[in-house]
């Protein structure tokens, strides 16, 4: 499985831009990247997943270089219920059965 | 639509007792079923993953065993409980097809080892 690093906490203000970025130097030709989000004492949510370039949704963006050695979770105006841990993962595509491996994530907190 | 149900949300336990976290999917056959530890603040480790009845692997030699005697239920068991187990337990499940499949959580069960 592909090791992810990320920074180990964020801070932010309300209203503003966040962007999130994993480490994964050693990531497969089959591997997606998969970020969740988890709020204190629930089960980890996901986000957005993608394979390269760039893939968007309601709640956020995430940019993949093309070399795809890293990626950036984009976050539009965060704001207060955004403080949350979020997770980069590297998932192998190729077959039917994914084994994550979930590091420390980040920390993100927003403040007013 | 597919839904992921986890049981009890909270659990305090002594040491030494039995213990039994029941997990159980909808809405969908013959998935892939995970369950997750995670200490406070940390985070989630990998405890087993099933692809199918009665197929369970570890990932970490520990105190606990897992079993999945239907499709779609899987359930965490130990025969004494340590203080060490405590923790927060997530259940996951996957698609099994081909291709990505995203994992989704249960919402968790706490446990208190005393």
């Known amino acids: 499985l592909a090791k992810t690093t990320q920074p180990i906490s964020m801070d932010s203000y309300e209203g503003q831009e966040v962007n999130i970025t994993c480490s994964h130097n050693?990531?497969?030709?089959?591997?997606?990247i998969t970020w969740y989000q988890q709020f204190p004492s629930q089960g980890p949510r996901f986000i957005i997943q993608?394979?390269?370039t760039k893939v968007t949704n309601e709640v956020a963006s995430l940019f993949i270089p093309a070399d795809r050695k890293s990626s950036t979770l984009s976050l539009p105006r965060v704001s207060l219920s955004d403080t949350a841990v979020y997770y980069c993962?590297?998932?192998?595509?190729?077959?039917?059965?994914?084994?994550?491996?979930f590091g420390t994530g980040t920390r993100l907190l927003v403040s007013p | 639509s597919q839904t992921i149900h986890q049981w009890p949300a909270t659990l305090v336990q002594p040491v030494g007792s039995p213990l039994s976290l029941e997990c159980t999917v909808e809405?969908?056959?013959?998935?892939?079923l995970y369950w997750y530890r995670q200490a406070a603040g940390r985070g989630l480790q990998l405890l087993f993953y099933?692809?199918?009845?009665?197929?369970i692997s570890s990932e970490v030699p520990q105190n606990l065993s897992a079993s999945r005697p239907q499709d779609r239920q899987f359930i965490l068991s130990s025969k004494k409980l340590l203080l060490s187990d405590s923790g927060f337990y997530l259940c996951?499940?996957?698609?099994?097809?081909?291709?990505?499949?995203?994992?989704?959580f249960g919402e968790g069960s706490w446990l208190t080892v005393v």
């Open positions: 996951a499940w996957s698609g099994s097809g081909q291709g990505i499949n995203t994992i989704y």
């Open positions: 050693n990531i497969a030709t089959n591997d997606y």
């Open positions: 993608g394979y390269k």
């Open positions: 993962l590297v998932a192998y595509g190729d077959t039917g059965f994914q084994k994550l491996v």
């Open positions: 809405g969908t056959s013959n998935p892939n």
């Open positions: 099933s692809v199918g009845i009665g197929q």
